[in-house]
Structure formats: structure tokens, C-alpha cells
């Protein structure tokens, strides 16, 4: 599916230096944690170029600190994986492997929890490290947000209930792609904070909406053929052509226009944070803090999402042939 959209040309294009080491160890950390066991899984994963993403959303980090950004994106995948089978159709079953995941926000896990669940307590442990006891209860409301979104996403597949409304969508589908904690580990990677007094301004809060509806946009352009070929009915592409009777050609054409009006928008928003920044009071230490999240996370999550989602091999068309092929959903099982 293209994404030949000409209009990210104002985000400059950004790549970590350290991305080559990253790429070429990327795959120690999931295989260590048994969350990848054979070579055709690797190969797969590979071809997905998390690394590269990565790289991509934290273009200012190196060493372990990329890595722990490569990790987070190598999870998310593999996670994400888990619902392709009958668990993402089944509520009961999708709320028990989010519950036993999203319990490593709460203290350790015990051992007899599924191999995904440790990985991510691993993540989990290496992002609070030098982060406030506030910025982490912050990162953890985000994360159990996004958990939710799949026992959200799975009752309106068991109830054979695609989303009717664009509206309706987005409401569980932002929670779901996961923009949210990708942004709070740019925080991490940074070593840096968003001054909390500012995060939830009006401002802040809505070019963060902004990059989160961006990202679900590409995600759904680009994925649209996985999906039809699994028989996945929740995309947007899909629900514009149920809410409002168009065709696919002018259904994904009005995704390319929002894409556009939100990055208008976005661009706008930012003309107007050195006033928010005033009525803050915020200090010297914290507007460049501020300035930070701006320019090193939510800029970097728009323009790395356009970035990768033109060169990931996650959404070729045999790789969706694949997913949904039996064996395959059976090799996801081992992970739990």
C-alpha cells in the first residue's frame, strides 16, 4: 500500500548514529527472553526492521539506551502478534494476557508468568530507571490504557461488531497503537522530563493527539492488506466505506487529508508553545525540557512512523499470508 505522502518534507528526517550496532544485536534481547525460538520467527522479525525504528524514534540515542528503544519496539510487535489468532476475538482470553502482562506495573511477576509478560517487566524496570516516582505513575496510566484497548478491540470482534464510526474507532484505536508509551520513552532515553505542570496543557496534550492520529492513519494505510487477508474488519480504511458508502480509493484519499490537516494543525500548535511556556512560568531548565519532548519525541514518532512504515516488510503481502497461517499463529503460542 503507498505512502507516498510528500508532506512530511518539514519534519526533518532523523536516524540515530548508533543504528547500525542496534540492528546487528537486535535480536539477542527477544531470543534471551524466549520470546523468539526459531529461525523462521527471526527472520520474520527481522524483516520488520524494529531496529530501525527505533532508531528512528530516538534518533538521539546510544549504546543502552537504544537498545532499550529497540527492545520496547521488538515487544510491541511480538505483543501485538498474540491477538492475530482466536485470543484477539475472544475478550476473556485477551483480558488474561493483558492482565498477566500489565501485572509487572505492579510489582514482579511470579515466575509461572508467560514468557511475553517477563519481557516486558524487563522493559518496564529498565524505563523507570532515573525516572520520578510522577513520570512513572504517568508512563504506567499509558500503558494501562493501551492494554485495555485489546480486550476493547477483542468484544467488538466477538460480538461480530466491526466499528461503524470513524469515532467510536479511534477511541479504543488510539489507546492501541501505542503512541503514548513510545513517546514517554523518548522522556527516558533523553534523560530528561516534561515538566508535569505543562504535559496536560491543552496545547501539549493535543499535538501529542495529533502524532498519536497520525501514526494509527499510516498504520491503518499501510496494514490494510494484512488485514483483509486475516479477515480483520476494524481499519479505517473499512469503516469509511461502511459510515459513509465510499470507496476504498476515497476513503484512503480522506485519511491522506487528515494526515495533512493534522500536521497543518500540529505545525500551528507549535507557533503558540513559547506563550504556553509563559503562562507556565516555566523556568530556563524546563522550557528546554519542554522543547525536547517536542523537537526528540513527538516530532521523532511522527516523521519515524512515515519513515518506517515505507520500508517495514511487516505489511508485505506474504508476510500477512503467513500470519494468518495456522503453523504460524501455533508458533506465536510458545511465547506465552
Not at 466499528?163 to 503514548?180: D, E, K, N
Not at 507556565?280 to 517536542?294: I, N, P, Q, V, W
Request: aromatic share 10%; net charge negative.
Amino acid at each position: 500500500m503507498s505512502l507516498d505522502i510528500d508532506f512530511f518534507a518539514l519534519l526533518p528526517d532523523r536516524l540515530s548514529p548508533d543504528a547500525a550496532r542496534a540492528e546487528a544485536v537486535h535480536l539477542d534481547w527477544p531470543r534471551k527472553l524466549g520470546l523468539i525460538t526459531t529461525e523462521a520467527a527471526a527472520e520474520r522479525h527481522h524483516r520488520g526492521g524494529y531496529a530501525d525504528l527505533a532508531a528512528r524514534f530516538y534518533p538521539s540515542a546510544v549504546g543502552a539506551d537504544l537498545d532499550l528503544g529497540v527492545d520496547l519496539m521488538s515487544w510491541f510487535f511480538l505483543f501485538d502478534d498474540l491477538f492475530d489468532g482466536p485470543r484477539g476475538d475472544d475478550p476473556k482470553e485477551a483480558g488474561k494476557l493483558t492482565d498477566a502482562v500489565a501485572a509487572a506495573l505492579d510489582g514482579p511477576l511470579p515466575g509461572t508468568a508467560p514468557p511475553i509478560a517477563h519481557g516486558f517487566a524487563d522493559v518496564w524496570r529498565r524505563t523507570r530507571q532515573g525516572m520520578t516516582p510522577a513520570w512513572c505513575a504517568r508512563s504506567a496510566r499509558h500503558w494501562r490504557n493501551y492494554f485495555a484497548g485489546y480486550v476493547d478491540e477483542a468484544f467488538s470482534r466477538h460480538r461480530n461488531a466491526p466499528y461503524q464510526s470513524a469515532g467510536h474507532y479511534l477511541a479504543m484505536r488510539r489507546h492501541t497503537i501505542g503512541v503514548q508509551p513510545t513517546v514517554d520513552l523518548a522522556e527516558r532515553t533523553g534523560r530528561f522530563e516534561t515538566p508535569h505542570r505543562v504535559f496536560d496543557s491543552a496545547v501539549l496534550s493535543a499535538m501529542l493527539q495529533i502524532a498519536v492520529d497520525i501514526n494509527l492513519l499510516l498504520n491503518d494505510i499501510a496494514s490494510l492488506e494484512k488485514e483483509e487477508a486475516r479477515g480483520e474488519q476494524n481499519n479505517m480504511v473499512m469503516i469509511l466505506m461502511r459510515e459513509h458508502g465510499w470507496t476504498r480509493s476515497r476513503s484512503m484519499a480522506h485519511m491522506r487529508d487528515q494526515v495533512r490537516a493534522c500536521l497543518d494543525q500540529f505545525f500551528l500548535l507549535e507557533t503558540v508553545l513559547p506563550k504556553v511556556y509563559d503562562t507556565f512560568g516555566l523556568t530556563s531548565g524546563e522550557r528546554e525540557a519542554a522543547e525536547r519532548y517536542r523537537l526528540d519525541a513527538v516530532r521523532t514518532v511522527i516523521r519515524g512512523s512515515y519513515d518506517w512504515h515505507r520500508s517495514s516488510g511487516r505489511y508485505a503481502t506474504d508476510y500477512a499470508l503467513a500470519a494468518s497461517h495456522q503453523g504460524y499463529l501455533e508458533e506465536l503460542g510458545s511465547v506465552l
